[in-house]
């Protein structure tokens, strides 16, 4: 069976950073580009950015260009996502989720992580 | 970046009455190459990710309820569930992924009347 389970809820201080895990099983994982979305709360989805994790390469969008980084470890089929520079409007619920046709990058996302909390309060 | 905006914000449907949501992007998600609108719909429960409903506008994914349907092209588009069930209470998103950056209709909110 296809998942995808991200690290657990963290909390951080503004300025500092969080990592993010996302440990995908049961398929190829350098077949499928990976997604994050980001849902503050109460709110709507919000891209991040994808990486290919054949290639390592990435999008990612132009709002947090310079203080996301996404990276992998095929070795272990786990994507990362980074994000630097925290500010309290980052407190949302993380997601990464697989693009559903091998090898796109723009398609819909048919399996989703369960999310990471990440809240950001001083 | 296309705009999707979703109306209603939210209604309230009895139990095995149709219940539609609406989707207009800011312009068209329809590649004429392929003739395939890149426009997706997800059901999301509360404390739950969103899941995949349908895709290709029109297309329900593997082991969706055929009670879930979408319809339309273009700029606009509909989903609609023809008979509501008390587990479809949830929030819809719709999504397009013609252009980066894939973005997401604001939501919405589906409950029992």
């Known amino acids: 069976q296809v998942h995808l389970v991200q690290s657990g809820a963290e909390v951080k201080e503004p300025g500092t950073s969080v990592k993010v895990s996302c440990k995908a099983s049961?398929?190829?994982?350098?077949?499928?580009?990976l997604h994050w979305v980001r849902q503050a709360p109460g709110q709507g989805l919000e891209w991040l950015g994808w990486?290919?994790?054949?290639?390592?390469?990435?999008e990612y969008a132009l709002k947090f260009r310079g203080r996301v980084t996404m990276t992998r470890d095929t070795s272990i089929s786990t994507a990362y996502m980074e994000l630097n520079r925290l500010r309290s409007d980052d407190t949302a619920i993380y997601f990464c989720?697989?693009?559903?046709?091998?090898?796109?990058?723009?398609?819909?996302?048919?399996?989703w992580g369960q999310g990471t909390m990440v809240i950001v309060s001083s | 970046d296309i705009v999707m905006t979703q109306s209603p914000v939210s209604l309230a449907v009895s139990l095995g009455e149709r219940a539609t949501i609406n989707c207009k992007s800011s312009?068209?998600?329809?590649?004429?190459?392929?003739?395939?609108?890149?426009l997706a719909w997800y059901q999301q429960k509360p404390g739950q990710p969103p899941t995949l409903l349908i895709y290709?506008?029109?297309t329900r994914e593997s082991g969706v309820p055929d009670r879930f349907s979408g319809s339309g092209s273009g700029t606009d588009f509909t989903l609609t569930i023809s008979s509501l069930q008390a587990e479809d209470v949830a929030i819809y998103f719709c999504?397009?992924?013609?252009?980066?950056?894939?973005?997401f209709g604001q939501g919405t909110k589906v409950e029992i009347k």
């Open positions: 989720a697989r693009d559903m046709s091998p090898r796109v990058g723009t398609d819909a996302f048919d399996i």
């Open positions: 049961g398929y190829s994982f350098t077949g499928y580009y």
């Open positions: 990486i290919n994790p054949n290639s390592g390469g990435t």
């Open positions: 312009q068209s998600v329809l590649h004429t190459s392929n003739n395939k609108n890149y």
């Open positions: 290709w506008a029109s």
């Open positions: 999504q397009q992924y013609y252009i980066t950056p894939p973005t």
